[in-house]
C-alpha cells in the first residue's frame, strides 16, 4: 500500500562532475525501479545538473535543507522556490547535523515544512533521539515531540505526501544501526502520533524511513518491519553500487 522511498543524502560530498558520474554510473546498474521511489539529496550545486541527466528517469532529487523565508536578505540561504526551480522534487528538514550544528529547532522546521509544502516540494523531515536520550529511556517521548511540532498546522492532505525519516543520531554514520525491532517499535510509534493527530486512516498512509548505519547488509531487514517503509541513507549512498544494492534491497 505505501511505496518505499530510498533516499541517499550525500551530505557535503560530491562535486558536480563526480554528481554527474555517480548518475551515470548508477543508471548503467538499475533499471527497473517501479517497487520503489528512488531519492538523490545532492548539494545544492549539483542539483541543476543533475535535473538535466535525470530527465526522463524516475530518480527524484532532493535538496538537503532550504531556509523557511520566501526570499529576502539571507546571505548564504536558498529558498523553497528555488530549489524547486532546480528540480528538487523532495528537501530534507531537520536533519539532526542540521540541528546540532547549524541552530536549527522544531520551530524552524515547522516553517521549513511550510515553506516547501507553498513551493511544491515535499518534506523528508528526520526526527530522532541523541545516546543519552536513548538511554534514559525518553526515546519515543522525544521522537513525538518532534513530530508533533513539525506537522503543526499541516494539512490533512499533505501529511500523506510528506516522509518522515527515524534517525536515532547515535546511529548516524558511526556504523551502529538500531535493530530492525527496535527502530520499527519507533516508527509504529510515530505513525500512532500522526494517526492521534489526523486519524489512523491518514496515519497509515504516511511514509516513514529508518536512518542510521544503513548498508545493503541491513537493508532487507529493515525493510521487512511493518512500520518501516524506507530508509534515508549517508555512506553507504555515496557509490553507485551500494545505492543500487540498497534500491534493489528496498
Ligand atoms: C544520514 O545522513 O541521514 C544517515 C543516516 O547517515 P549514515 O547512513 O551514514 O548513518
Redesign the pocket.
Known amino acids: 500500500m505505501r511505496k518505499p522511498i530510498l533516499a541517499g543524502?550525500w551530505?557535503m560530498y560530491k562535486t558536480v562532475s563526480q554528481s554527474l558520474s555517480f548518475v551515470e554510473h548508477l543508471q548503467g546498474l538499475v533499471d527497473d525501479l517501479e517497487g520503489v521511489d528512488a531519492v538523490i539529496c545532492a548539494p545544492f550545486p549539483s542539483l541543476y545538473a543533475l535535473k538535466s541527466q535525470l530527465e526522463g528517469s524516475s530518480i527524484k532529487l532532493a535538496a538537503q535543507n532550504l531556509h523557511q523565508a520566501e526570499e529576502g536578505a539571507y546571505t548564504g540561504e536558498v529558498s523553497a522556490l528555488m530549489l524547486q526551480d532546480v528540480g528538487a522534487h523532495y528537501v530534507i528538514i531537520g536533519?539532526s547535523?542540521r540541528r546540532q550544528y547549524f541552530g536549527e529547532t522544531d520551530e524552524s522546521v515547522n516553517q521549513k515544512v511550510h515553506a516547501a509544502f507553498k513551493h511544491g516540494l515535499l518534506p523528508i523531515i528526520?526526527v530522532g533521539e541523541d545516546l543519552s536520550q536513548r538511554e534514559q529511556g525518553t526515546t519515543k517521548q522525544l521522537v513525538e515531540e518532534q513530530v508533533r511540532a513539525a506537522l503543526s498546522g499541516v494539512t490533512a492532505d499533505d501529511v500523506t505526501r510528506l516522509v518522515i525519516?527515524y534517525?536515532p543520531i547515535w546511529?548516524?554514520?558511526?556504523g551502529k544501526t538500531a535493530t530492525a525491532q527496535d527502530a520499527n517499535e519507533v516508527c509504529a510509534h510515530i505513525r500512532s502520533v500522526v494517526g492521534e493527530m489526523y486519524g489512523k486512516e491518514k496515519a497509515d498512509g504516511v511514509r516513514i524511513q529508518y536512518?542510521?548505519?544503513?548498508k545493503p547488509e541491513n537493508i532487507e531487514e529493515l525493510m521487512a518491519q511493518p512500520d518501516i517503509d524506507g530508509a534515508?541513507?549517508?555512506?553507504?549512498?555515496l557509490d553507485p553500487g551500494s545505492f543500487a544494492k540498497l534500491l534493489q534491497g528496498a
Do not use: D, M, R
Not at 211 to 214: A, L, M, R
Not at 232 to 237: C, D, I
Open positions: 543524502n551530505k536533519h547535523e528526520c525519516a534517525e546511529a548516524i554514520g558511526t536512518g542510521g548505519s544503513v534515508l541513507v549517508g555512506g553507504a549512498s
